[in-house]
Nanobody, 114 residues
Framework: QVQLVESGGGLVQPGGSLRLSCAAS???????MAWYRQAPGKPRELVARVTGGGAANYAGSVEGRFTISRDDAKNTVYLQMNMLKPEDTAAYFC?????????WGQGTQVTVSS
């Protein structure tokens, strides 16, 4: 069993920044990792993904504002979010797959509001 624990969410004004962290109880070495988000009444959507080698891709809505990174030594994945907009408000979830099984964190709430 693997646990993913997110942290770093909160309330921020438009234009502000937050950094989310996802700590895994198992090794993330060479494992693709991802961040998803879900706003009320909307389906969960992929925000950013990073391969085991560090290559990243992003949803078009966050490209140029968000950066996903990983520290395999700490078994942690990060999501740096800059220039936040009200439409970024959502619960953010960390995702990984281990041995063919999907694992999700409990989510961390990000609210962008003045």
């Amino acid at each position: 069993q693997v646990q993913l624990v997110e942290s770093g969410g909160g309330l921020v004004q438009p234009g502000g920044s937050l950094r989310l962290s996802c700590a895994a109880s198992g090794s993330i070495f060479s494992r693709p990792m991802a961040w998803y988000r879900q706003a009320p009444g909307k389906p969960r959507e992929l925000v950013a993904r990073v391969t085991g080698g560090g290559a990243a891709n992003y949803a078009g809505s966050v490209e140029g504002r968000f950066t996903i990174s990983r520290d395999d030594a700490k078994n942690t994945v990060y999501l740096q979010m800059n220039m936040l907009k009200p439409e970024d408000t959502a619960a953010y979830f960390c995702y990984a797959q281990y041995w063919g099984t999907d694992y999700w964190g409990q989510g961390t709430q990000v609210t962008v509001s003045s």
